[in-house]
Nanobody, 125 residues
Framework: QVQLLESGGGLVQAGGSLRLSCAAS????????MAWFRQGSGKDREFVAA????????LYGDSMKGRFTISRDNAKNTVYLQLSSLKPEDTAVYYC??????????????????WGQGTQVTVSS
């Protein structure tokens, strides 16, 4: 089982960009589908993006399409989330998640068995 550690969050103005990283321990990282979810204050957890173990198929939440990009580097055991054109409503704690499952419904949080501790993204207006 992998362990996950997110980094890269912070405070940014609306329209700005951030790149989040999720570093995974363990030699089986390349077998895992990876995803990002977020949870704003007082809101439900929301699917952001997912990428499968190979050859890198991706899926995005509707409000993230065209603004966010998920990628992975299996050699570095790291998955990334590039956030662009940020809006105040993107303010949330962003969580990295890992799971081994057939590439169906990767937007479902129950598919993922391992979660990071989260990194805060705050977008000011």
């Amino acid at each position: 089982q992998v362990q996950l550690l997110e980094s890269g969050g912070g405070l940014v103005q609306a329209g700005g960009s951030l790149r989040l990283s999720c570093a995974a321990s363990g030699r089986t990282f390349m077998w895992y589908n990876m995803a990002w979810f977020r949870q704003g204050s007082g809101k439900d957890r929301e699917f952001v993006a997912a990428i499968n173990w190979s050859p890198g198929n991706t899926l995005y939440g509707d409000s993230m399409k065209g603004r966010f990009t998920i990628s992975r580097d299996n050699a570095k055991n790291t998955v990334y989330l590039q956030l662009s054109s940020l809006k105040p409503e993107d303010t949330a704690v962003y969580y990295c998640a890992a799971g081994i499952f057939p590439w169906t419904q990767p937007e479902e949080s129950t598919k993922y068995e391992t979660w990071g501790q989260g990194t805060q993204v705050t977008v000011s207006s």
